[in-house]
């Protein structure tokens, strides 16, 4: 590896650095054990929106922007499951799922798709770290006022 490449490394660990000692501190904030509420208590909206890069894949998230692989996910917070955007090709299984995109049920979609609609279209392997989710739901929450 060259020293350029090295320096380079080094750079980003330390700013990951940074970033995990203010998750972490933000989970000890939390509690032993937090549930979903505790962890939406402490969660960062910013943190949420960079973490929202790895769904940037397959959904938008501007107002107004295009369908993808995914829907576009502006306003999605409270939205009836499956049947928020007329021009986007849901699944049966997610159209007939009912209810709405809460916190909790955006938690646990995010965790693990097929756990929550089975015969979902959505591949997707989740997001582990539950600290992690309720970042992205702060920032899911905020994108819908805009």
Not at 59 to 72: F, K
Not at 89 to 97: E, I, P, V
Request: charged share 20%; proline share 5%.
């Amino acid at each position: 590896m060259t020293h350029k490449a090295l320096l380079f490394l080094g750079a980003l660990l330390a700013l990951a650095g940074c970033t995990d000692e203010q998750h972490e501190a933000r989970r000890r904030k939390a509690g032993p054990n937090p549930g979903l509420a505790q962890l939406l208590a402490v969660a960062d909206a910013g943190a949420g929106r960079k973490r929202f890069g790895q769904c940037l894949a397959c959904h938008t998230i501007a107002p107004g922007g295009p369908d993808m692989a995914g829907p576009n996910l502006h306003g999605v917070y409270e939205r009836p499951i499956g049947k928020g955007r007329a021009s986007y090709g849901y699944s049966a299984a997610l159209r007939d799922h009912g209810g709405v995109w809460d916190a909790a049920t955006l938690d646990a979609w995010m965790k693990n798709p097929q756990a929550v609609v089975r015969g979902t279209a959505m591949v997707y392997s989740g997001v582990a770290d539950p600290l992690d989710r309720a970042d992205i739901i702060a920032f899911l929450r905020e994108e819908k006022g805009r």
